[in-house]
């Protein structure tokens, strides 16, 4: 079965960093294009960053500048990486995969920033 498993949220205070991880198993990761989501209350899903097998990326304008994403092929993990750190960033922040119309989603890890 596709897993997904997030890691790495927390509280920070505005400008702050943090390191988000997604531990992928259970499909052929390194051909995969896999992403980050984010939801924050009251608001839609967006698209945060996405990242192709052979690691061409796109970020949503919003994060431009702000948010890395990456991927390690042997270790079957994706990464979010994120500098200065905005209130508006406050999320619950969500591994994606999507093969051929077909999503699959981790559980989620809440993100905070907040003084």
């Known amino acids: 079965q596709v897993q997904l498993v997030e890691s790495g949220g927390g509280l920070v205070q505005p400008g702050g960093s943090l390191r988000l991880s997604c531990a992928a198993s259970?499909?052929?990761?390194?051909?995969?294009?896999m992403g980050w989501y984010r939801q924050a209350p009251g608001k839609q899903r967006e698209l945060v960053a996405r990242i192709t097998g052979s690691g061409t990326t796109i970020y949503g304008d919003s994060v431009k500048g702000r948010f890395t994403i990456s991927r390690d092929n042997v270790k079957k993990t994706v990464y979010l990486q994120m500098h200065n750190l905005e209130p508006e960033d406050t999320a619950v922040y969500y591994c994606?995969?999507?093969?051929?119309?077909?999503?699959?989603w981790g559980q989620g890890t809440q993100v905070t920033v907040s003084s």
């Open positions: 259970g499909f052929i990761f390194n051909i995969n294009p």
């Open positions: 994606n995969r999507n093969w051929y119309g077909n999503n699959y």
